[in-house]
T-cell receptor, first 115, second 117 residues
Framework: GAGVSQSPRYKVAKRGQDVALRCDPI?????LFWYQQALGQGPEFLTY????????KSGLPSDRFFAERPEGSVSTLKIQRTQQEDSAVYLC?????????????FGPGTRLTVL | AQSVSQHNHHVILSEAASLELGCNYS??????LFWYVQYPGQHLQLLLK??????LVKGIKGFEAEFIKSKFSFNLRKPSVQWSDTAEYFC???????????????FGGGTRVLVKP
């Protein structure tokens, strides 16, 4: 497809379950970002990949959060032992190249609800 | 670390009214500034951006924004809104760096705009 896609679009998990969220960036895009958007707030940065290298994971809130992009295209954000405070929309964005002059294109997000 | 604040959480106005949304940022260096829009049921889209040069930038759908460096502000404006402008608007900033670590965006909290027909 032409844009960034994410799956699933909605995920309901019981507290303590592990979840995996997938992001398919625009083909050929080098940079990939994950953001977390809590209800009523703006997106907050989680982690950044340049190709397969995770260059910045300063925004991951705890060691329960793990992201990977093994082949430099599709990325997965994994949350272990989910907690209620993990409920949010998880956004993926990609850009053609590193650097702030390259527009980030956002996917539709995955809405995670932890019961 | 940079931060962004948007003054209004909700704005309600009638069609043809003028719109101005405030955005202030905190950062000690040069920044690049963005406004993103999220229409109901859609994903975030770039509305306009400022990197350098003319501080008055024009974006899509008749929107414009003015960068005032001395005030650390980047307010969004539209002279006459339409019902289709109903959306949530986010201001964002990233340091003006061309580095391998990427250009993570720092967003404001967003402003929900409702335009009544």
């Amino acid at each position: 497809g032409a844009g960034v896609s994410q799956s699933p679009r909605y995920k309901v998990a019981k507290r303590g379950q592990d979840v995996a969220l997938r992001c398919d960036p625009i083909s050929g895009h080098v940079s990939l970002f994950w953001y977390q958007q809590a209800l009523g707030q703006g997106p907050e940065f989680l982690t950044y990949f340049q190709n397969e290298a995770q260059l910045d994971k300063s925004g991951l809130p705890s060691d329960r959060f793990f992201a990977e992009r093994p082949e430099g295209s599709v990325s997965t954000l994994k949350i272990q032992r989910t907690q209620q405070e993990d409920s949010a929309v998880y956004l993926c964005a990609s850009s053609l190249a590193p650097g702030s002059y390259n527009e980030q294109f956002f996917g539709p997000g995955t809405r995670l609800t932890v019961l | 670390a940079q931060s962004v604040s948007q003054h209004n959480h909700h704005v309600i106005l009638s069609e043809a009214a003028s719109l101005e949304l405030g955005c202030n940022y905190s950062y000690g260096g040069t920044v690049n500034l963005f406004w993103y829009v999220q229409y109901p049921g859609q994903h975030l889209q770039l509305l306009l951006k400022y990197f350098s040069g003319d501080p008055l930038v024009k974006g899509i759908k008749g929107f414009e924004a003015e960068f005032i460096k001395s005030k650390f502000s980047f307010n969004l404006r539209k002279p006459s809104v339409q019902w289709s402008d109903t959306a949530e608007y986010f201001c964002a900033v990233t340091p003006d760096l061309f580095k391998a670590a990427g250009n993570k965006l720092t967003f404001g909290g967003g402003t929900r705009v409702l335009v009544k027909p």
